[in-house]
């Protein structure tokens, strides 16, 4: 018993510290949507490179072009190819500026991930350190209650997740009702990007945390009632 409770301690500190790092990797990183315009950009004029008359190729005259649009962003900010990053706008100030109802859920919905998902990096720093202790201690209900913790994170980084989605198809069809020319969007390739994928994988390292954390706890409360027994 003793051997498969350390491997399990051992598993659950790996997958702990594994989500950890993925969430907060995600969270500080700016590809969680990524447009990218370079099939749009190969139809301007003069993109193919070709020469004019005179012989002079027309790539001489490119700081004369439009500035790329694509662009890369994340949960504070948005970037673009060639130019600095621009933070988004600050949901929590809304008193003073003037905006529609479509643009207010927008922006509630921004400051609704933009706190769940750190939250969850909060939950599982006090489930690491609860965590360790009722390993140590072998304690039945620390060990219940860190299992329940991290299950509670994994269950605030999926909403967390979820809202950012939403918010990113609802952003996209506000930009499609301003847009004139809808055929644009064709020679536009608009997905999800690798910061999402980490999120995702740090979801599932939770779940697999509070797992861990619960059975170590069953298996302390066998070896528990089999003592009494005895």
């Not at 009722?134 to 329940?148: C, V």
């Not at 059975?215 to 009632?225: E, I, Q, T």
């Amino acid at each position: 018993m003793r051997v498969r409770l350390g491997a399990l301690a051992g598993a659950a500190a790996l997958t702990g510290a594994l989500s950890f790092v993925l969430l907060a990797a995600a969270i500080g990183t700016d590809f969680w949507y990524i447009i990218d315009t370079a099939r749009l950009e190969q139809r301007r004029p003069g993109a193919s490179g070709a020469r004019d008359p005179g012989g002079s190729s027309t790539d001489s005259l490119n700081h004369s072009q439009p500035e790329p649009l694509s662009s890369h962003s994340g949960l504070w900010r948005t970037c673009r190819v060639q130019s600095k990053c621009t933070p988004l706008m600050n949901p929590f100030w809304q008193e003073n500026v003037t905006v529609s109802d479509s643009d207010r859920q927008l922006l509630t919905m921004h400051g609704t991930f933009v706190i769940l998902l750190p939250l969850s990096l909060i939950l599982m720093v006090f489930g690491g350190m609860t965590g360790f202790i009722s390993i140590l201690a072998r304690a039945y209900l620390l060990l219940l209650m860190t299992g329940m913790l991290f299950l509670f994170g994994a269950l605030v980084t999926l909403a967390g997740i979820s809202v950012y989605i939403a918010y990113s198809a609802a952003a996209f069809q506000e930009a499609v009702c301003l847009l004139e020319e809808k055929d644009l969007l064709d020679q536009v390739d608009i997905r999800f990007g690798w910061s999402l994928a980490l999120g995702w994988i740090s979801f599932i390292s939770e779940l697999l945390t509070g797992a861990a954390f619960l059975l170590a706890a069953r298996m302390v409360g066998l070896k528990r009632r089999q003592d009494q027994a005895i």
